[in-house]
């Protein structure tokens, strides 16, 4: 099949009509034969047509890349923006990796609802991607490689070219005349994609000429399979999470086979929005978070997620700071007080039942954070109870209980923000102070 203009547009209308195409635009070949493409049926589409250029600030020539990218857009008549990145690549992490992230990242901020990103990935990308994942020993999500259409942000991520070949692209952009740039790392067969479409791909087609179609058509038979998983994984998780909210059944969890286990943990935790572990740590959730004696609290962690386990139930976070050790804020009791971790601020309102306004405002206040030493007497129920017992009672569980304020008047608990007053500083008149323990810091 040809690329022409009737051939793209035939796959565009395939996919949903959004309320506005953006097209990502690099100022190579084949983003410029995408963005070319789109200015030449604009007046056919049923939403206006941009482009955005993504500066990662990589190389020394990125500014001519973008203004390249300017020039070329003014030239067709398509509005343009360019987004600037600040990358670092944290030690033992992929520059690649990083920054298709970050570009990801920029391009879902930039869509409004039912808005649409357009890439230029073609056949022969998704080629070398199913390759990839082989080599890195994926699964059947992974081999599935880019889907024509996926979720991103609010939006929408469209690949109308995946149905053609690079040297389609590539004959496009020949026949059309078009002026692109060369981006020099494409030579470094240091990159492991680089490597596989100088070295390695030509070697396979010269032997089987139709490589890129039947990766292509592989990849589509294990994304059918990968939604079958799924399908099977979200009628699962209906019952792992009854009755917790967001949590799921150890419990619930034992009861499946280890493979739609996995499968149901790997779509809860991609429906949270974290990075998918490997299986080494997925088995580990399913011996030692699942597997564990009641009384220990295991965690598992991977980068930028951790999983613990409290009371029969799985909870899936970010990783958590703590306060120092022995921190101790001194509170003028009036004005906001934004909390050290991440743990948001404490301010004051009045009314009942509260903190008798007259001691609160003769008396020294201090945060602090850990356990308690001695017993919390609790405004109302004529007894104290231990911190642990506190805790207990009210299922705050562990890794929770160091990042409570604790809220001192002359150096006695008056407070645990956010739960209980305690005596003898409780008071029910209309003008009590009440603390409130807000856990988004104030702007």
Request: hydrophobic share 40%; aromatic share 6%; charged share 25%.
């Amino acid at each position: 099949m040809k690329l022409d203009r009737d051939s793209f547009l035939a796959c565009l209308t395939s996919l949903p009509s959004p309320a506005a195409y953006h097209v990502a635009y690099s100022g190579g070949r084949d983003s410029h034969v995408l963005l070319e493409l789109m200015a030449l049926l604009a007046p056919r589409l049923p939403a206006p047509v941009a482009a955005v250029h993504v500066h990662h600030g990589l190389q020394q020539g990125a500014a001519r890349w973008a203004g390249h990218c300017e020039r070329v857009c003014a030239d067709l008549g398509v509005p343009y923006r360019c987004i600037e990145l600040a990358l670092s690549v944290p030690p033992g992490e992929s520059l690649e990796a990083v920054a298709r992230e970050a570009r990801y990242r920029a391009l879902a901020g930039i869509l409004g609802d039912g808005e649409m990103v357009l890439t230029a990935h073609h056949r022969s990308d998704q080629a070398e991607t199913v390759l990839l994942q082989l080599l890195r020993g994926a699964g059947v999500a992974g081999l599935a490689a880019m889907p024509v259409l996926a979720p991103l942000g609010p939006g929408l991520l469209g690949r109308p070219l995946l149905s053609f070949d690079a040297e389609q692209v590539a004959e496009r952009a020949r026949r059309r005349r078009l002026q692109w740039l060369e981006d020099p790392s494409n030579r470094d067969t240091g990159f492991d994609r680089n490597f596989l479409r100088q070295r390695v791909i030509p070697l396979l087609a010269g032997r089987w000429p139709a490589l890129s179609r039947t990766l292509a058509r592989s990849a589509r038979h294990c994304a059918e399979a990968q939604a079958l998983i799924d399908e099977s994984a979200r009628a699962d998780l209906e019952g792992l999470l009854e009755g917790g909210g967001d949590t799921l059944s150890t419990s619930a969890l034992a009861e499946l086979s280890p493979p739609r286990a996995r499968a149901a943990l790997r779509a809860w935790i991609r429906g949270a929005g974290f990075r998918v572990p490997d299986s080494a740590r997925l088995d580990r959730i399913l011996t030692e978070m699942v597997g564990a004696a009641p009384d220990r609290s295991p965690m598992v962690h991977w980068a930028g997620a951790e999983l613990r386990r409290y009371r029969g139930r799985l909870y899936l976070m970010p990783p958590l700071q703590s306060p120092a050790a022995g921190t101790v804020l001194r509170w003028d009791g009036r004005s906001p007080l934004v909390l050290p971790a991440g743990l948001g601020s404490l301010s004051v309102r009045r009314g009942r039942p509260g903190i008798d306004s007259a001691r609160w405002a003769r008396g020294t206040i201090e945060i602090r954070f850990g356990r308690p030493s001695g017993r919390l007497r609790l405004a109302g129920e004529g007894c104290s109870r231990s911190f642990r017992q506190f805790c207990q009672q009210r299922a705050i569980p562990p890794w929770e209980r160091d990042r409570l304020p604790l809220i001192h008047l002359d150096g006695e608990l008056a407070a645990v923000a956010g739960l209980c007053l305690c005596e003898p500083f409780a008071s029910e008149a209309e003008d009590s102070v009440q603390p409130v323990w807000g856990r988004t810091p104030p702007s």
